[in-house]
Each structure stands twice: as structure tokens, then as C-alpha cells.
């Protein structure tokens, strides 16, 4: 499943995010993520999702956290050697319906 038909605004969101931050690279990478998974924490606050599998552990050296200003809720993206690997929404009602939805 693809983050732009399970949420296709939430993708135009997010590329614009990346974009207005000058990381064009990670903007051009939205319309080919896909979801793996959800968060499984069990938080009713808590849209987040894997968009590779899930590490045990922590990601490792090449790790680095984004915190893209988002309008609404909290946004951040795990990026992994180059690659957007998880993004952490909270507070985002809308979101966490249509990802219950697709991944329950």
C-alpha cells in the first residue's frame, strides 16, 4: 500500500513539509512510500508509521530525526542512510482513522 492512496493528502502534506525545509531529495521519495506497518503502541494520540520494517532496536548511525513545523498535531520523519524510514504523527485524528482503516 502507497502513503499517497491510503492518504493522499497527508502525502501532499508531507512533501511540501520536506520541501519548505530544502530537502528536496526526501520531497521526491513521498510518492513512492509505502506502508509497512503502524505504530503498535497502543496510543489513541499515536498516527505513526513504518514506511520500512521496523528495526530492533535503535536505527543505528545513520539515523537523524526531522521535526517538520506542521499546522496540525506533531509531524517528525526518521530518516536512515538517505531513506525516510518511519513517520511519527501525533495528535492527528483524521490521520489515525484512514490508518486504522487500511492497517487495523
Do not use: W
Not at 29 to 38: E, G, K, P, T
Not at 79 to 95: F, P
Amino acid at each position: 500500500m502507497r502513503l499517497t492512496e491510503i492518504l493522499p493528502s497527508l502525502a501532499l502534506e508531507l512533501e511540501q513539509l520536506l520541501k519548505n525545509q530544502g530537502k528536496a531529495e526526501l520531497a521526491a521519495q513521498v510518492s513512492q512510500l509505502a506502508l509497512v506497518d503502524r505504530c503498535r503502541c497502543g496510543d489513541d494520540f499515536c498516527s505513526s508509521f513504518y514506511t520500512q520494517p521496523r528495526p530492533e532496536g535503535h536505527y543505528g548511525p545513520d539515523h537523524r530525526c526531522m521535526d517538520l513545523d506542521a499546522a496540525e498535531g506533531m509531524l517528525l520523519v526518521d530518516v536512515v542512510a538517505g531513506k525516510i524510514a518511519h513517520v511519527e504523527i501525533l495528535n492527528r485524528v483524521d490521520v489515525r482513522r484512514q490508518l486504522l482503516a487500511a492497517l487495523p
